[in-house]
């Protein structure tokens, strides 16, 4: 049985546990993570059937007949053509599987154009997310998805160091140049792609958490937040370092960039089997609350990240999981401050037997090095 | 009024007339196109609900106060901080605006874990697709759009003959290998970022006609589908050759490429203001059936391409649309030999008065250049 068939098999036994008749997955990291397929969600009809017993079903364009068989331990395809109904399709399976009535857990990122579509064709069935049973399954990483991640992480922190050693060479450069570079960089160094839009935020746009990059030139002094990764083995890395490539920094900025230092090195202390991930959470907003910026530490500590960057265990106050063995998620605290600089520190750390690793570990220091 | 006011206000005559009540966005391109500011989808709540009168407003994570105020002209937003409820947020400001009960227009691409969530908070409402509205806004670009597209053209054009100039040196270089230069010749050459996973299938890659890049190493006489573009002020190209880019292409390849470059030269010739959709594909597949491979043609001749590279009007039969002035679409016809090898040219093309403006005017040979 392939690694994937297995996932399948499980999938099926929490599909019972929860009471649900099926699970209706889309192009996503679920449908790659039971079958083997990869694909971006598109305006296409292309659907994986898990039914709580017996064996799952792609419904596909024709077009994808060779893929689907090359990647996936599936072989059951019912294929359509442009032209064709898809959604005949659909009916007819699900009216085969007897789930016509059935409760179906649908893709957590399946589009409205396609939950619209099952609604009408099912009109008695019953529908909830299929992160319902997935969550569980996936947040636990075996030992083949932890080394993607290690080298995931490697990678990172390789193209980290050679960033910052630009040193002089990257004043005058925009953040989008910047940005470019470091993409290029993790290209070349074996990243598959960017495992999402690489961050390079000078002065005040690093203030802004999610900027990614403009046509602002960096500045001697510049505070730069540095915020990247690229999947290895369909597994992402996701790093943060803020760094100044040359000249002093702001009044202020020694004293946040510590403070942020400090946070990311206790919630790390704090990572065991056990802990509860709301207070991982609790354990760096307290250095910042206690420093007295509790109102500029603007988002939750982390996130979990597996086959999506973003995924359980998300590490926010509220968040009761227990901490286990096998979860990966970002520790990342920081500080914000409009119209000046912003501060954030991040690694992905994998829960061990007794504490955590660091996936990452690059230099956390803010001097050029 | 900026254009993108105007368009939000084109979007509220619309609704009225399909008689809805409200359009609930996400962060996509109509929630671009509408408000100015683009995000990627994520699991945060981010939404943009336009009422179908007065003014629109957002509920957004506070973390993007700065950046929606920075790139949109809608000021009324409804912030929540992580560990918030977002959806009390949505349920106030239904309430405010009178939508509980309301017909609404949800984003098509919006994930399932959204609008479950407004399906349980917005109990009494009834729901819809978005694309009802914006896809007769979007499907005819003004001047500006059509400037943007133009620039697209030009430079996966321009990045076309490079790549094709390689010649020997592509010899023995990977799929991936190739891909990964393309990618960097479009970012050079002022691509904001690629408009989807670059193409390029050689030898029996290329038969699979949604193959990206593998880590076969290219032949000589390998045809090779390159199939590539890159955004230009948020407008992608879309651009495919079929080459060999040294030594002699197997048996029936000529002749294969003869009628694809025959079949793709038929359907853009019949493109005018007027003409249906389907009649566009019929066009292009005349070509290939009478040259007995209709089999081998296994995908629709084209897509509409605009803020999204694949959007209305799809070039497919059954859809009877009339082309209008401003429409821009793909031009696509391929041919797929499994275990051999794969042919398909592709331009964009944009209808005008009376006929149409190709985007794309690369060489259609397949020769070393």
């Keep these: 049985m392939t690694a994937f068939e ?12 929860v009471g649900a008749d099926a699970a209706v997955l889309f192009p996503s990291t679920n449908l790659f993570y039971a079958s083997g397929f990869r694909e971006e969600p598109m305006e296409r009809h292309l659907f994986l059937v898990i039914p709580g017993e017996g064996d799952p079903a792609f419904v596909a364009p024709e077009m994808y007949d060779d893929q689907i068989r090359d990647a996936s331990w599936v072989g059951d395809l019912r294929l359509w053509a442009d032209g064709d109904d898809p959604m005949a399709v659909v009916a007819d399976l699900a009216a085969e599987l007897d789930l016509r009535g059935g409760h179906l857990l649908v893709d957590d990122t399946m589009w409205a154009l396609f939950t619209q579509d099952l609604r009408e064709t099912l009109p008695e069935a019953t529908f909830d ?5 997935f969550d569980d399954l996936r947040i636990r990483k075996d030992e083949a998805e932890l080394a993607a991640l290690r080298e995931a992480g490697d990678l990172a922190d390789a193209v980290s160091v050679e960033i910052r050693e630009l040193g002089e060479e990257a004043i005058g450069m925009t953040e989008t140049e910047l940005a470019e570079e470091i993409d290029r960089r993790l290209a070349e160094s074996g990243g598959e792609e960017v495992a999402f839009g690489t961050i390079a935020g000078s ?4 203030a802004k958490p999610h900027h990614r990059h403009a046509d602002r030139k960096i500045q001697r002094g510049d505070p730069v ?5 690229a999947y290895v083995e369909n597994y992402p890395g996701d790093q943060t370092r803020t760094v100044v490539f040359a000249g002093d920094p702001p009044a202020g900025f020694e004293e946040v960039h510590e403070i942020v230092r400090e946070a990311q090195q206790t919630a790390v202390e704090a990572v065991e089997p056990g802990v509860l991930a ?17 109102d500029e530490f603007v988002h939750r500590t982390g996130h979990g990240v597996g086959l999506d960057v973003h995924e359980d265990p998300y590490i926010v106050e509220g968040n009761e999981t227990e901490l286990e063995k096998g979860m990966v998620f970002s520790v990342e605290p920081g500080v914000y ?12 750390v994998a829960v061990t037997d007794s504490g955590c690793e660091r996936l990452n570990d690059s230099p956390r220091t803010w001097e050029p090095l």
């Design 6 to 17: 297995d996932r399948t098999r499980r999938c099926q036994e929490r599909l019972a546990e």
């Design 129 to 133: 997310l299929a992160s319902e049973v």
């Design 203 to 206: 002065g005040p746009n690093g």
């Design 225 to 229: 937040v540095l915020d990247f990764g």
């Design 278 to 294: 709301e207070e991982i959470d609790r354990a760096a907003r307290e250095v910042v609350e206690s420093a007295g910026y509790a």
């Design 337 to 348: 401050l409009p119209g000046e600089f912003g501060v954030r520190i991040e690694d992905l």
